[in-house]
């Protein structure tokens, strides 16, 4: 059974940084696409970043570009997201998510992934 499961995530200040972490239970990470995404009430869960299956390449949302940076351990089976210069406009619930069908041209949309963390939610206040 896979299990996906999100920490790190706290109440921070604009400006600050946080970095949330997934671990990866019964897939080994190695191989697979990982990717961070973020949910706000009443909006659809919106991409943050992905890596390639290889952690060669990385893929980030615009509004988030530049600030955030996606990482892994394949030996921890973890997943970081690494967020600096926050803003309010940050604040969600962050999941991360991972699957075996994930190819490029599909990472950045929600649907193409198979196994989701239960979140951890990030909030930046003014």
């Known amino acids: 059974q896979v299990q996906l499961a999100e920490s790190g995530g706290g109440l921070v200040q604009a400006g600050d940084s946080l970095r949330v972490s997934c671990v990866v239970s019964?897939?080994?990470?190695?191989?697979?696409?990982v990717a961070w995404f973020r949910q706000t009430p009443g909006k659809e869960r919106e991409f943050v970043a992905a890596?390639?299956?290889?952690?060669?390449?990385?893929y980030y949302g615009d509004p988030v570009k530049g600030r955030f940076t996606i990482s892994r351990d394949n030996g921890k089976n973890t997943v970081y997201l690494e967020m600096n210069s926050l803003k309010p406009e940050d604040t969600a619930i962050y999941y991360c998510a991972t699957g075996s069908r994930v190819i490029t041209s599909s990472l950045r949309s929600h649907t193409a992934y198979d196994y989701w963390g239960q979140g951890t939610p990030v909030t930046v206040s003014t």
């Open positions: 890596m390639s299956r290889t952690g060669g390449q990385t």
């Open positions: 019964g897939r080994t990470l190695s191989g697979s696409v």
